[in-house]
Every structure is written in C-alpha cells, then in structure tokens.
C-alpha cells in the first residue's frame, strides 16, 4: 500500500500564530516529501520539496522564513506556518514519493484546510 | 504559457456516455505522466501513469503523444461516481527533480 496521513486536518488560527502541519508516509519510507498548497478552484501549487536530512527546496516566490520545512525522519515531514495571516489560508496538502529512480509515484496526504482569523 | 495546460470544463454529459480529457505540455524532456482524479475538498488520488504505448485500465483510457506533447484520457460508460475534476500531471525533468506540475484540472459532472 501506499498511505499518507496528514494532522490536522482542519485548524483555525489567529492571525499572527504559528501553525505546525505533520505529514506522515503510514506504510512506506519517503526520502522525499512535497508540500503543496490549494486555493479554491484553482490547481496544486507546489511550495517545497522535502528531503530527508537535509535542508528542504522552495519554490520561487515561497517564503522559507515564514514556511519552515522539517524532514527528521524518512516518515515524517512537518510544515509550520509562522505568524499566519489571513492571506495564508488555504488547503495545504503533502505527498510522499515512492519508488525508485525512473518510476517515483506520489501519493497525497488527504490535506489540512488552514483558516486565519 | 503554461507548463501544463487542461480545458477546465465543466463537461457536462449523461451517464453512459463516452468523454474525453486532453492535456498539453511544455516541457519536451518530462519523463512521466499521471492523470489524478480530485473530489470536491479532498486530496487527488492516482487514477494511473500514462505510458508512451498506452494504457487501459477497465473504462479508463490513456494516450501519450510526444511528438504533439499532449495526453488524453478517455473515460467509457461514464458513472455518476466518475463525476470529479481530473487533474494533469507531468513530472519537471528538466530541473533532475521528480517534482510534479500540475494542470489546473478539468471538471466532469455525470449527469443521471
């Protein structure tokens, strides 16, 4: 199997608040994880890689101050929205990569909709 | 332009009906090719990998073009459970990451 939990699954924070979402691979080991986000009616954003180890990679335009990206084991990685603001709502969703080189599949985690007050 | 880029719908057709998805792309060096299927506020779940001979996958179809650069999904006997917003994946080889780029979906209703 190929299972991806996600925690939480819905918060509401105030503005200014840090926010920690864990992204968990249940029955495989993730070298590489991505953190991704969603706004509504629009497609999958890509934020991050998350690689084991090691420092994660952002995306252009992606804030790594205020998207603090933790990989610490090959199960799980953690992202923490620093001093949120209601711009920073979204649905934010992870996925873990499986396979080997040349047939990586990614499997998601089922998404944390983040809301700031 | 877009690197990934899906006519976003709503296609509207009756149940039993045969449609069809296409998909383009930018990037000539991209290596792999996913259609994902996403519910209504729910995480997009792999309906299958697109390979270059093409593939079946009971009502589900899928093509690869390379010389074109597009995909194409066809869905037969279409069911009111397939109603959903399918999504166009491509891989960014271009940068040596696996990393995906998504299209920005296109919206199916199976109409009873």
């Known amino acids: 199997g190929a299972v991806v939990s996600q925690h939480p699954s819905r918060v509401i924070c105030k503005s200014g608040t840090s926010v920690k979402i864990e992204c968990r691979s249940l029955?495989?080991?993730?070298?590489?994880m991505f953190w991704y986000r969603q706004f509504p009616k629009q497609s999958l954003m890509l934020m991050a890689t998350?690689?084991?180890?090691?420092?994660?990679?952002?995306e252009q335009g992606v804030e790594k101050d205020k998207f603090l990206i933790n990989h610490a084991s090959l199960t799980l990685s953690t992202l923490t929205v620093t001093s949120a603001h209601p711009e920073d709502s979204s649905f934010y969703i992870c996925?873990?990569?499986?396979?080997?080189?040349?047939?990586?599949?990614?499997?998601f985690g089922p998404g944390t909709r983040l809301t700031v007050t | 332009r877009k690197e990934v880029e899906q006519d976003p719908g709503p296609f509207n057709v009756p149940e039993g009906a045969t449609v069809a998805f296409n998909c383009t792309y930018s990037?000539?060096?991209?290596?792999?090719f996913f259609w994902y299927r996403q519910d209504c506020r729910k995480e997009p779940k792999l309906l299958m990998s697109?390979?270059?001979s093409g593939n079946e996958d009971g009502r589900f179809t899928a093509q690869l073009n390379r010389a074109s650069q597009y995909i194409s999904l066809l869905i037969r006997d279409s069911k009111l459970s397939d109603s959903a917003t399918y999504l166009c994946?491509?891989?960014?080889?271009?940068?040596?990451?696996?990393?995906?780029?998504f299209g920005t979906g296109t919206r199916l209703k199976v109409l009873a």
């Open positions: 996925s873990a990569q499986k396979g080997q080189r040349g047939a990586y599949e990614q499997y």
């Open positions: 994946v491509v891989n960014g080889a271009s940068s040596g990451t696996y990393k995906y780029i």
């Open positions: 998350s690689n084991e180890g090691s420092k994660a990679t952002y």
């Open positions: 697109v390979y270059s």
């Open positions: 990037n000539s060096a991209s290596q792999s």
């Open positions: 029955d495989f080991q993730a070298t590489t």
